[in-house]
Protein backbone atom coordinates (compact mmCIF):
# COMPACT_ATOMS: atom_id res chain seq x y z
CA UNK A 1 0.00 0.00 0.00
CA UNK A 2 1.35 3.86 -0.82
CA UNK A 3 1.81 6.09 1.47
CA UNK A 4 0.99 9.73 0.97
CA UNK A 5 0.85 12.99 2.03
CA UNK A 6 -1.81 15.35 0.56
CA UNK A 7 -1.13 19.44 0.36
CA UNK A 8 -3.41 21.94 -0.77
CA UNK A 9 -1.79 25.03 -1.70
CA UNK A 10 0.93 23.52 -2.27
CA UNK A 11 2.43 26.09 -5.03
CA UNK A 12 3.30 29.17 -2.58
CA UNK A 13 3.76 29.94 1.06
CA UNK A 14 3.22 28.05 3.81
CA UNK A 15 2.00 25.05 1.51
CA UNK A 16 5.29 24.83 -0.53
CA UNK A 17 7.40 24.85 2.61
CA UNK A 18 5.29 22.69 4.51
CA UNK A 19 5.63 20.19 1.51
CA UNK A 20 9.75 20.84 1.00
CA UNK A 21 10.02 20.48 4.93
CA UNK A 22 8.25 16.98 5.28
CA UNK A 23 10.52 14.89 5.72
CA UNK A 24 11.61 16.27 9.12
CA UNK A 25 8.02 15.04 10.25
CA UNK A 26 7.42 12.02 8.28
CA UNK A 27 8.38 9.48 5.59
CA UNK A 28 6.35 9.06 2.73
CA UNK A 29 6.08 7.25 -0.82
CA UNK A 30 4.69 10.21 -2.54
CA UNK A 31 3.24 13.79 -2.09
CA UNK A 32 0.32 14.89 -4.02
CA UNK A 33 0.91 18.19 -3.99
CA UNK A 34 -2.68 19.91 -5.26
CA UNK A 35 -2.50 23.41 -6.22
CA UNK A 36 -4.32 25.39 -9.42
CA UNK A 37 -0.61 26.53 -10.92
CA UNK A 38 0.29 23.42 -12.39
CA UNK A 39 3.91 24.96 -13.36
CA UNK A 40 4.37 25.83 -9.93
CA UNK A 41 3.32 22.01 -9.02
CA UNK A 42 5.64 20.97 -11.28
CA UNK A 43 8.43 23.11 -9.70
CA UNK A 44 8.02 20.63 -6.63
CA UNK A 45 9.98 18.41 -7.74
CA UNK A 46 13.04 19.85 -7.57
CA UNK A 47 12.62 21.06 -3.70
CA UNK A 48 10.77 18.16 -2.06
CA UNK A 49 12.18 15.10 -0.26
CA UNK A 50 9.96 12.42 -2.44
CA UNK A 51 8.38 11.69 -5.54
CA UNK A 52 5.52 14.45 -6.30
CA UNK A 53 2.36 13.83 -7.60
CA UNK A 54 1.35 17.07 -9.19
CA UNK A 55 -2.75 17.79 -9.48
CA UNK A 56 -3.77 21.11 -11.33
CA UNK A 57 -7.29 21.27 -9.26
CA UNK A 58 -9.24 24.24 -8.27
CA UNK A 59 -10.99 23.01 -4.85
CA UNK A 60 -13.44 25.91 -5.35
CA UNK A 61 -15.05 23.35 -8.15
CA UNK A 62 -17.09 20.66 -6.75
CA UNK A 63 -16.04 18.69 -9.70
CA UNK A 64 -12.57 18.85 -8.60
CA UNK A 65 -13.34 17.58 -5.04
CA UNK A 66 -15.21 14.77 -7.05
CA UNK A 67 -11.78 13.85 -8.70
CA UNK A 68 -10.13 14.01 -5.44
CA UNK A 69 -12.19 11.74 -3.88
CA UNK A 70 -12.15 8.88 -7.05
CA UNK A 71 -8.82 9.39 -6.90
CA UNK A 72 -8.43 7.95 -3.40
CA UNK A 73 -10.95 5.08 -3.85
CA UNK A 74 -9.11 4.25 -7.08
CA UNK A 75 -5.49 3.86 -5.58
CA UNK A 76 -6.58 3.22 -1.60
CA UNK A 77 -3.91 4.66 -0.23
CA UNK A 78 -2.45 5.25 3.15
CA UNK A 79 -2.64 8.80 3.61
CA UNK A 80 -0.10 9.67 6.49
CA UNK A 81 -0.34 13.27 6.72
CA UNK A 82 -2.98 15.77 4.87
CA UNK A 83 -2.28 19.59 5.20
CA UNK A 84 -4.99 22.05 3.82
CA UNK A 85 -3.06 25.29 3.21
CA UNK A 86 -5.39 26.33 0.23
CA UNK A 87 -6.94 29.29 1.18
CA UNK A 88 -7.55 33.03 0.77
CA UNK A 89 -9.27 36.25 1.89
CA UNK A 90 -10.39 39.75 0.49
CA UNK A 91 -9.97 43.05 2.70
CA UNK A 92 -13.24 45.09 1.43
CA UNK A 93 -16.69 45.46 2.89
CA UNK A 94 -19.15 42.52 2.86
CA UNK A 95 -21.48 45.44 1.41
CA UNK A 96 -18.76 46.47 -1.72
CA UNK A 97 -17.98 42.74 -2.32
CA UNK A 98 -19.43 40.76 -5.47
CA UNK A 99 -21.54 38.06 -3.75
CA UNK A 100 -19.93 35.30 -5.71
CA UNK A 101 -16.30 36.29 -4.46
CA UNK A 102 -17.93 35.80 -0.79
CA UNK A 103 -19.22 32.60 -1.69
CA UNK A 104 -16.28 31.57 -3.74
CA UNK A 105 -13.96 32.19 -0.27
CA UNK A 106 -16.41 30.42 1.34
CA UNK A 107 -16.08 27.29 -0.81
CA UNK A 108 -12.22 27.60 -0.38
CA UNK A 109 -11.63 27.95 3.22
CA UNK A 110 -14.23 25.80 4.52
CA UNK A 111 -16.07 23.59 1.99
CA UNK A 112 -13.25 21.93 0.46
CA UNK A 113 -11.32 21.56 3.35
CA UNK A 114 -13.83 19.84 5.30
CA UNK A 115 -14.25 17.75 2.28
CA UNK A 116 -10.53 16.49 1.72
CA UNK A 117 -10.49 16.07 5.81
CA UNK A 118 -13.93 13.40 5.08
CA UNK A 119 -12.56 11.63 1.79
CA UNK A 120 -8.99 11.32 3.47
CA UNK A 121 -9.77 9.77 6.79
CA UNK A 122 -10.89 6.78 6.08
CA UNK A 123 -7.37 5.87 4.40
CA UNK A 124 -5.71 7.21 7.60
CA UNK A 125 -4.21 4.57 10.28
CA UNK A 126 -3.11 5.25 13.86
CA UNK A 127 -0.55 7.68 13.77
CA UNK A 128 -1.88 9.93 11.04
CA UNK A 129 -2.11 13.65 10.98
CA UNK A 130 -3.91 16.46 9.36
CA UNK A 131 -3.37 20.16 9.91
CA UNK A 132 -5.52 22.83 8.99
CA UNK A 133 -4.56 26.32 8.06
CA UNK A 134 -6.65 29.09 10.25
CA UNK A 135 -5.22 32.48 11.10
CA UNK A 136 -5.35 34.48 14.06
CA UNK A 137 -8.34 36.35 12.64
CA UNK A 138 -10.30 33.14 14.05
CA UNK A 139 -10.29 34.42 16.92
CA UNK A 140 -12.32 37.82 17.06
CA UNK A 141 -14.60 39.28 14.02
CA UNK A 142 -13.00 42.00 11.85
CA UNK A 143 -14.29 44.32 10.10
CA UNK A 144 -13.65 44.19 6.50
CA UNK A 145 -11.92 40.73 6.60
CA UNK A 146 -15.04 39.87 8.14
CA UNK A 147 -15.43 36.89 5.55
CA UNK A 148 -11.85 35.76 6.01
CA UNK A 149 -12.15 36.03 9.89
CA UNK A 150 -15.53 34.03 9.73
CA UNK A 151 -14.50 31.26 7.44
CA UNK A 152 -11.34 31.27 9.69
CA UNK A 153 -13.15 30.71 12.68
CA UNK A 154 -15.13 27.64 11.32
CA UNK A 155 -12.09 26.18 10.57
CA UNK A 156 -10.21 26.60 13.93
CA UNK A 157 -13.84 25.06 15.46
CA UNK A 158 -13.86 22.36 13.15
CA UNK A 159 -10.38 21.72 13.71
CA UNK A 160 -10.65 21.14 17.04
CA UNK A 161 -13.80 19.38 17.67
CA UNK A 162 -12.52 17.23 14.79
CA UNK A 163 -9.36 16.19 16.40
CA UNK A 164 -11.46 15.18 19.65
CA UNK A 165 -13.93 12.95 17.49
CA UNK A 166 -10.86 11.16 15.88
CA UNK A 167 -8.64 10.62 19.20
CA UNK A 168 -10.31 7.68 19.67
CA UNK A 169 -8.40 6.52 16.03
CA UNK A 170 -5.42 7.70 17.23
CA UNK A 171 -5.56 10.48 14.31
CA UNK A 172 -4.62 13.98 15.07
CA UNK A 173 -5.71 17.22 13.91
CA UNK A 174 -3.77 20.61 14.21
CA UNK A 175 -5.01 24.21 13.50
CA UNK A 176 -2.43 26.13 12.49
CA UNK A 177 -3.54 30.03 13.24
CA UNK A 178 -0.76 32.57 11.65
CA UNK A 179 -0.53 36.12 12.17
CA UNK A 180 -0.12 38.32 9.51
CA UNK A 181 2.81 36.41 7.12
CA UNK A 182 4.88 36.74 4.52
CA UNK A 183 3.39 35.06 1.88
CA UNK A 184 1.04 35.77 -1.81
CA UNK A 185 -2.19 36.17 0.12
CA UNK A 186 -1.52 39.82 -0.12
CA UNK A 187 -1.62 39.79 -3.98
CA UNK A 188 -5.58 38.93 -3.84
CA UNK A 189 -6.48 40.18 -0.58
CA UNK A 190 -5.45 43.91 -1.76
CA UNK A 191 -7.85 45.13 -4.35
CA UNK A 192 -6.79 46.97 -6.87
CA UNK A 193 -8.05 50.28 -7.37
CA UNK A 194 -9.17 51.34 -3.94
CA UNK A 195 -7.65 52.29 -0.97
CA UNK A 196 -5.54 50.00 0.97
CA UNK A 197 -7.97 48.83 4.05
CA UNK A 198 -5.27 47.51 5.57
CA UNK A 199 -2.76 49.90 6.15
CA UNK A 200 -0.74 48.86 9.94
CA UNK A 201 0.41 45.70 10.30
CA UNK A 202 1.45 44.97 14.03
CA UNK A 203 4.18 42.23 12.95
CA UNK A 204 5.03 40.09 9.39
CA UNK A 205 6.18 36.54 10.09
CA UNK A 206 7.92 34.61 7.41
CA UNK A 207 6.22 30.99 6.34
CA UNK A 208 9.23 28.99 7.82
CA UNK A 209 8.50 29.75 11.07
CA UNK A 210 5.20 29.28 11.10
CA UNK A 211 5.54 26.07 9.05
CA UNK A 212 8.37 25.17 11.87
CA UNK A 213 6.66 25.82 14.75
CA UNK A 214 2.99 23.76 13.72
CA UNK A 215 5.63 20.48 12.66
CA UNK A 216 7.13 20.85 16.44
CA UNK A 217 3.63 21.30 17.85
CA UNK A 218 2.41 18.63 15.69
CA UNK A 219 4.21 15.81 17.32
CA UNK A 220 3.93 17.48 20.35
CA UNK A 221 0.27 16.34 20.17
CA UNK A 222 -1.29 19.99 20.44
CA UNK A 223 -4.44 20.78 18.44
CA UNK A 224 -3.76 24.47 17.97
CA UNK A 225 -0.58 26.13 16.91
CA UNK A 226 0.62 29.97 17.09
CA UNK A 227 3.80 31.45 16.06
CA UNK A 228 4.81 34.45 17.95
CA UNK A 229 4.61 36.12 20.63
CA UNK A 230 2.11 39.36 19.32
CA UNK A 231 -0.26 36.45 17.86
CA UNK A 232 -0.15 34.73 20.89
CA UNK A 233 -0.44 38.20 23.08
CA UNK A 234 -3.43 39.11 20.44
CA UNK A 235 -5.14 35.80 20.85
CA UNK A 236 -5.29 36.42 25.11
CA UNK A 237 -6.16 39.98 24.65
CA UNK A 238 -9.23 39.10 22.61
CA UNK A 239 -9.92 36.18 24.98
CA UNK A 240 -10.37 38.55 27.66
CA UNK A 241 -11.98 41.65 26.32
CA UNK A 242 -15.55 42.74 24.93
CA UNK A 243 -15.25 41.91 21.10
CA UNK A 244 -17.01 45.44 20.61
CA UNK A 245 -13.70 46.96 21.89
CA UNK A 246 -11.77 44.24 19.48
CA UNK A 247 -12.85 45.78 16.60
CA UNK A 248 -13.29 49.31 18.05
CA UNK A 249 -9.75 48.89 18.43
CA UNK A 250 -9.00 47.16 15.11
CA UNK A 251 -10.57 49.82 13.48
CA UNK A 252 -9.25 53.23 14.83
CA UNK A 253 -5.20 51.48 14.20
CA UNK A 254 -6.34 51.26 10.51
CA UNK A 255 -7.57 54.34 10.42
CA UNK A 256 -11.53 53.26 9.90
CA UNK A 257 -14.52 55.46 11.02
Known amino acids: MKRI ?3 TGAS ?3 GRR ?3 TLSCFCSVDEVWAVARRADRLEALRESVPYPVRPLALDLTDPAALR ?4 LLAAEQPEVALLINASGYGLFQAVAETAP ?14 MALCQYAIPYMKAGSQIINIASVAAFQPIPYINVYGATKAFVLSFSRALNRELKGRGIRVLAVCPFWTKT ?4 RAVVAGRDAVVKKYIAM ?10 WRDAKRGKDVSTYGFVARGQIALV ?8 MSVWMKQQGMK
Open 5 to 7: AII
Open 12 to 14: SGM
Open 18 to 20: FAE
Open 67 to 70: EMEA
Open 100 to 113: EKNMNMLDLNCKAL
Open 184 to 187: EFFD
Open 205 to 214: YAPSDIVERA
Open 239 to 246: KMLPHSLV
